[in-house]
């Protein structure tokens, strides 16, 4: 069983930088895909990245060139750096972890942490 914990949310102006980071439980961690989602309020949950277990990347179109996912598998954990964010950014962002590590399907979801940008 993969436990997740996400840590880093919070309430940042428009411009402003934040660094999510999420924890994995579990011997295997290096061998899961891992991805972040949002949700923002009124509206469904939504992919903003991923990193499988080989290193490759997705970004959703709205967060390329602003946020940056990557592993750290000697630490068990996976940061999202968020960068030049705007009022649209703000939700709940979810970490997920997938057990094919090799594709971006995910079966375990963390609680979520709240990220708020002001304009």
């Known amino acids: 069983q993969v436990q997740l914990e996400e840590s880093g949310g919070g309430l940042v102006q428009a411009g402003g930088s934040l660094r999510l980071s999420c924890a994995l439980s579990?011997?295997?961690?290096?061998?899961?895909?891992v991805g972040w989602f949002r949700q923002a309020p009124g509206k469904g949950r939504e992919f903003v990245a991923g990193i499988k277990s080989g290193g490759n990347t997705l970004y959703a179109d709205s967060v390329k060139g602003r946020f940056t996912i990557n592993r750290d598998n000697a630490k068990n954990t996976v940061a999202l750096q968020m960068n030049s964010l705007k009022p649209e950014d703000t939700a709940v962002y979810y970490c997920?972890?997938?057990?094919?590590?090799?594709?971006?399907?995910?079966?375990?979801w963390g609680q979520g942490t709240q990220v708020t940008v002001s304009s």
């Open positions: 579990g011997r295997t961690f290096s061998t899961y895909a």
């Open positions: 997920a972890a997938g057990r094919n590590g090799g594709s971006y399907s995910f079966d375990y």
